[in-house]
């Protein structure tokens, strides 16, 4: 298992942008194309879900992916990361018809796209199973800057 510990900054930050919706008809998508690192515009969709528990885990899902490009964009380029892992068109970002649905139990695969026609899973109900695989915290130790300690 690992642990990640968030330290907030004012110096050497992690330049991205942050912006709420209030809107409670659309959904606005947060991105990061990942070509510079991190460039990321992280969008917390406040009005939508009617309540605060629902945008807070939202927004969590989505933030975690997307930082996730950037990790798979150092690990395996254009089409690990655009690509979502091979489930998606790196360009179009469409749902290739290979790609499964959402597995019926077990982990969910935070970086891939699963086709909701062949299996949909309530992903806020299943968040605790929503993770970064073992793969990617593999791939995210590895391309760190690790300052080793006693
Ligand atoms: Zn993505």
């Known amino acids: 298992m690992v642990w990640v510990k968030a330290e907030h900054s004012d110096t050497n930050a ?3 942008d942050l912006y709420v919706k209030t809107d409670k008809n659309s959904y606005a998508r947060s991105m990061n194309p990942a070509i510079l690192g991190i460039d990321a515009s992280f969008i917390y969709n406040k009005g939508r879900f009617g309540n605060k528990e629902r945008a807070d885990a ?3 899902l989505v933030a975690a992916h997307e930082f ?5 964009m150092y690990a ?10 091979g ?3 790196p360009i179009t970002q469409s749902v290739k018809s290979s790609t499964p649905g959402y597995p019926e139990k077990g982990p969910i695969d935070l970086m891939k796209y699963y086709d909701p026609t062949k299996g ?5 109900r ?5 993770a970064a695989m ?3 915290v593999k791939r995210l130790i590895w391309g760190a800057q690790i300052k080793w300690t006693k």
């Open 14 to 16: 992690i330049p991205v």
């Open 58 to 60: 939202d927004f969590m």
């Open 68 to 72: 996730g490009h950037s990790v798979l």
């Open 76 to 85: 395996g380029g254009l089409s690990l990361s655009w690509g979502h892992k």
């Open 87 to 89: 489930s998606t068109n």
């Open 120 to 124: 949909n899973a309530d992903l806020f």
């Open 126 to 130: 299943r968040m605790v199973d929503s």
């Open 134 to 136: 073992d793969i990617d």
